[in-house]
């Protein structure tokens, strides 16, 4: 996660790295990490020590086992807006989904720690990034 | 829009936002800025890509399953 300047001077890159079942960067999390309001419009992710690797840089070629930490929380700040392209373009098109979706505004705090090195975060935001929560579907469900 | 640090172009609202094919549910995605302090006492420009995604999908032996995942 911590970097500092353009790729080429990023010095960390915590991911979840890709796993034998397929997932790449995506790690199963157990149901009671996750919290989601009725209404969809508020969600908050919480995660401990979870197994990664720091790559050092963006799909760097080295890799080291890592640990990650994490509160993540979501809240829309608009109305949910349907959105994607569904079966009307190619599977591989990035709007091959179909979903509704808001824009949220998020909130974070991270922590990690390798051999050698750990890092703690204070609470980043997305208002100079990006957010978003909603449903989507995608392949066979479209 | 354009993360601070790295340039990355962010996605917009017409991106899959998941990573999983053949899935159904709850997603939500994030692209935090922010700074972190290191165990050597510098502190780092952070950003992220997080998100997490519930919900039914189909695994590679063509089973559907239900879950819950971070995307880190």
């Known amino acids: 996660m911590p970097g500092t300047g353009t790729p080429a001077t990023q010095v960390h890159d915590n991911n979840g790295g890709i796993l034998a079942s397929g997932f790449f960067w995506t790690v199963p999390a157990d149901e009671r990490n996750l919290r989601v309001s009725r209404n969809g419009r508020r969600a908050v992710l919480e995660m401990r020590d979870v197994p990664v690797v720091d790559s050092f840089q963006f799909f760097g070629p080295n890799q080291l086992p890592a640990t990650v930490s994490f509160r993540i929380e979501w809240r829309a700040t608009g109305p949910f807006e349907q959105r994607g392209s569904g079966a009307t373009v190619p599977p591989e098109d990035p709007a091959a989904f179909l979903g509704d979706i808001a824009p949220a505004r998020s909130t974070a705090h991270c922590s990690g720690e390798e051999w050698g090195f750990s890092f703690s975060s204070g609470q980043a935001s997305t208002d100079r990034g990006y957010a978003q929560i909603g449903r989507s579907r995608n392949g066979v469900f479209v | ?72």
Do not use: C, K, W
């Open chain 2, 1 to 72: 829009m354009t993360l601070p640090f790295s340039g990355g172009q962010l996605q917009g609202l017409d991106v899959e936002p998941t990573t999983i094919r053949d899935f159904n549910g709850f997603s939500a995605v994030a692209f935090h800025v922010g700074t972190a302090t290191g165990s050597d006492g510098t502190r780092y420009d952070l950003e992220t890509d997080l998100r997490t995604f519930r919900g039914t999908y189909i695994d590679r032996t063509g089973h559907r399953r239900f879950g819950t995942f971070g995307f880190i």
